[in-house]
């Protein structure tokens, strides 16, 4: 058993307390202090018992010896020199998504702790959910076929964030999980975004997201703030089945259904066939795969610990965190332009 991994967390406000939680709740961690501007409000979040340190100043948690690695749930804008503080104090690192404010910030970030063989990981929390994850091992297995396409609904009458438009702040998830799931030999290589500011908020409350697999395939992501009703839900389309996640439906959040579209390839068909290539429709079962539900928070804590100890790339690691970035940054482009179609350089993005 290796001992404890001495962690902070910097940032008491809407995040910073489920990750205290899960950290005190890890056998992997021992969490020694909690960092924030504001200390009363970080005293509120660990209780009047607590025996974890209260602290204003980031240089004297990051000088702290017993502390290994350190958690930030602070604004984006905040991440590029909180986390560059605590890499170049030697420390692991775990940032909020997203992973920088820019796709430049977030590769200084991924440098640096490159340099210094130390852990860098994102906490693209959704990742960590139990239906992701079994998603990914079903793409992985080939349960699916090849992807067709990929059709994301992430809608509510949502919070209108003054410093971002909707899709910095909604379109991470989906990008994050569609990272996540894709086989290896599959990526996105080209966005365009359209949107809308129905209420004069000054930046987009509505956006839909059309991404360009390297197999040929579609990604469609619908991200808003102003429906009076909240979806969650995802469609992957693929040759041989189709899989439909619901992530309102506790019950049942995963629906695999053997029904789609086969077609029959020319060299198959007789001659006079040869001319028209027939398509037929397949109506099979659905199955409704069993998911142990567990926190995802937890789960993710426990890889940040795997990384650390075995120092191997987290499931979620920088370079996942930059990928993310590079897409929204596109996207952002694209709505700027009218919603043209941008190319994914490979990361090598201005």
Request: charge should be negative.
């Amino acid at each position: 058993m290796n001992p404890p991994i001495g962690v902070a967390v910097v940032g008491a406000g809407y995040w910073g307390p489920n990750l205290v939680r899960n950290f005190q709740g890890s056998p992997a961690f021992h969490l020694r202090r909690l960092c924030d501007l504001d200390v009363e409000r970080a005293q509120r979040v660990l209780g009047g018992y607590s025996t974890v340190e209260v602290s204003a100043d980031l240089g004297e948690v990051l000088a702290d010896p017993s502390i290994d690695a350190v958690a930030i749930a602070t604004p984006a804008g905040t991440h590029l020199p909180v986390a560059m503080a605590a890499l170049r104090a030697g420390k692991h690192v775990l940032v909020e998504k997203p992973l920088a404010a820019t796709y430049q910030e977030g590769l200084q970030l991924v440098e640096e702790a490159d340099r210094r063989g130390l852990t860098l990981m994102c906490d693209h929390t959704y990742c960590y959910t139990p239906a992701v994850l079994r998603i990914r091992e079903l793409l992985a297995a080939g349960e699916l076929g090849e992807l067709h396409f990929l059709d994301s609904v992430r809608i509510n009458l949502g919070l209108v964030q003054r410093d971002i438009d909707v899709i910095w702040d909604l379109a991470p998830h989906d990008l994050s999980i569609l990272d996540f799931v894709l086989p290896p030999a599959v990526r996105p290589i080209a966005v365009a975004a359209h949107g809308a500011d129905g209420i004069g908020a000054g930046r987009a409350c509505i956006a839909y997201l059309t991404l360009q697999l390297s197999n040929g395939a579609i990604a469609h992501i619908h991200v808003n703030w102003l429906s009076p009703v909240k979806v969650r839900t995802a469609i992957f389309g693929g040759s041989k089945r189709t899989l439909v996640w619901d992530d309102l439906n506790p019950s049942q959040r995963l629906s695999l259904y053997d029904r789609g579209v086969d077609v029959s390839a020319p060299e198959e068909l007789g001659d006079e066939q040869r001319r028209d290539i027939l398509v037929s429709y397949r109506s099979g079962d659905m199955v409704a795969p069993a998911l142990t539900e567990r926190e995802a928070l937890r789960t993710m804590v426990d890889e940040f610990a795997r990384a650390i100890t075995t120092g191997t790339p987290a499931l979620t690691d920088g370079r996942s965190g930059l990928r993310v970035l590079e897409i929204l940054q596109a996207a952002s482009r694209s709505l700027t332009e009218g919603g043209t179609m941008i190319k994914l350089d490979e990361g090598h993005m201005s």
